[in-house]
């Protein structure tokens, strides 16, 4: 169990002098020594953290008050989001030692609200990847089974977590790399709709699909960090000026009742009886529906008939854009530079060769591919139309339902190398969390109970309506008073 289950607990003890912002950054930099085998962080900030909860500490004595919503809450950064005067390498090589000249929007709005940023975490290089391997520094190893991946790209957030070394972690999510490594960690985890969270400061991959999320023991957490992060901003135009005071209300939580009306929610039977979902994993799904129904609320089969084109639009459409993306690290402006090359062509040549990964050159390579004279129709531009179509049924089942749901993933988390050597397979885990960033809607992965053999983490995800991420973690409160109550 975490230290400090919620922010709300943390800044009670805060105000009531049980304990201090200083004491909880030691405990958690004390968390972080004992877990460092994880390899979770690939940097800490200790004297930074502190010398942050000191000034806390001295505005809560001089006025009795938090200087923040946020006041007191200790946070990770994936290394794909920048922090001013901080080393962001989004995982890979290309970008060694290169230090970032300004903060993520997301970063400066919770750093003015009192959270205390510890260090930055390891991920999947550039956000490409399942299971956390495809990283410069080695791969992130699952808490709860050392041998078996913590899932990808925000593995790393995960982890950090799970072993209790901050209270929220900060990720990026552009097929489900913020609720995949929460489902496989047992953990809530937040996609926003996209555009309700400036993109400013987060390293690109796939623009028009990544979304900066949140990874937290309480879904009330996530709501505030939210509420501070959301908005409109001046460095990025898909940032939406969209109604702000996102809290959750449990209504009748507290007390597992089903609060204020009754939701329908959606499931599709093609998903229940796809002969790649685990039965383990399917067996915990049908438990959570059941539970559902035991509290009131409606859960009925939909037919979606686009499942088998989510994936191919996905890559086909992500790579193109990483393919565009990625063109900018080339060895000359900022980052690795092959001390072989000799002249222009081999800086070109051997620094993204040596910076890049397998895993990234397989990306630039097939989105290059996609977007070539020839090509570009047969592929992108279908992929685009499927896209809508995807977005529309998706949009048309939310207006007939309250949300959605499905699993994170096929399966729990698997063992290290396991996937490694079939990109397909690893593409194939993304299945049920794509369709989320296809479609813009957000997504919250829910901790949904314990394998029943193997006893891993299982998650489920629920979907909901464009702009309707305080109805979705309000509904994700009522969840967990419905399991606290069994």
Not at 267 to 287: I, T
Not at 360 to 386: C, E, N, P
Request: hydrophobic share 40%; net charge negative.
């Amino acid at each position: 169990m975490p230290k400090y289950a919620s922010l709300s607990v943390l800044q009670n003890d805060l105000l009531a002098g049980r304990s201090s912002c200083r004491a909880v950054v030691e405990y958690y930099l004390t968390q972080i020594e004992r877990t460092k085998q994880l390899n979770a962080y690939v940097e800490v900030w200790p004297a930074e953290a502190l010398a942050q909860a000191g000034a806390l500490d001295a505005r809560i004595a001089q006025t009795g008050e938090l200087p923040g919503k946020l006041c007191g809450a200790v946070v990770s950064l994936k290394d794909n989001i920048c922090y001013a005067g901080h080393q962001a390498t989004a995982g890979a090589k290309i970008l060694e030692g290169f230090t970032a000249l300004y903060s993520a929007t997301a970063v400066e709005r919770i750093l003015a609200e009192g959270a205390i940023i510890i260090g930055r975490t390891n991920c999947d290089q550039f956000g490409m990847g399942s299971s956390n391997e495809n990283s410069v520094y080695g791969p992130v190893r699952n808490a709860a089974d050392p041998e078996r991946v913590p899932g990808g790209s925000s593995g790393g957030a995960a982890v950090a977590l799970q072993t209790d070394t901050c209270l929220v972690a900060l990720g990026s999510d552009t097929g489900g790399s913020v609720r995949q490594p929460a489902g496989f960690c047992g953990l809530w985890g937040l996609k926003p709709t996209y555009g309700r969270i400036s993109r400013h400061g987060l390293i690109a991959y796939g623009s028009s699909f990544d979304q900066i999320g949140f990874l937290a023991h309480d879904p009330a957490d996530i709501a505030r960090f939210l509420d501070v992060a959301a908005g409109p901003d001046d460095y990025d135009a898909t940032a939406r000026n969209v109604e702000s005071g996102i809290q959750p209300d449990p209504g009748g939580a507290e007390n597992g009742e089903p609060g204020p009306g009754t939701k329908r929610i959606a499931y599709f039977p093609e998903v229940l009886d796809s002969a790649g979902l685990d039965p383990g994993v399917k067996a915990v799904l049908l438990n959570f529906m059941e539970m559902l129904r035991a509290n009131g609320h409606t859960v009925a089969p939909v037919t979606f008939d686009l499942l088998d084109f989510i994936i191919p639009a996905y890559y086909v459409l992500t790579t193109a854009e990483a393919s565009s993306n990625l063109a900018r690290y080339d060895g000359i402006r900022y980052g690795y530079r092959s001390p072989q090359a000799r002249n222009l062509e081999e800086t070109y040549l051997l620094s993204r060769t040596e910076g890049f990964s397998d895993e990234v050159k397989r990306r630039i390579l097939l989105g290059t591919f996609v977007l070539s004279s020839g090509y570009y129709d047969a592929y992108y531009s279908k992929a685009q139309q499927v896209r809508r179509l995807i977005q529309q049924r998706t949009l048309a089942i939310l207006q007939e339902f309250d949300f959605m749901l499905m699993p994170v993933s096929p399966s729990v988390a698997w063992r290290l190398g396991e996937k490694s050597g079939d990109p397909i397979a690893m593409y194939l885990a993304d299945i049920f969390t794509v369709q989320a960033n296809l479609a813009g809607v957000p997504a919250l992965a829910v901790p949904a109970g314990a394998h029943p053999e193997n006893g891993l983490p299982v998650g489920v995800q629920l979907l909901a309506g464009l702009w309707q991420e305080e109805a979705l973690l309000a509904f994700g409160a009522q969840t967990a008073a419905y399991n606290r109550n069994k």
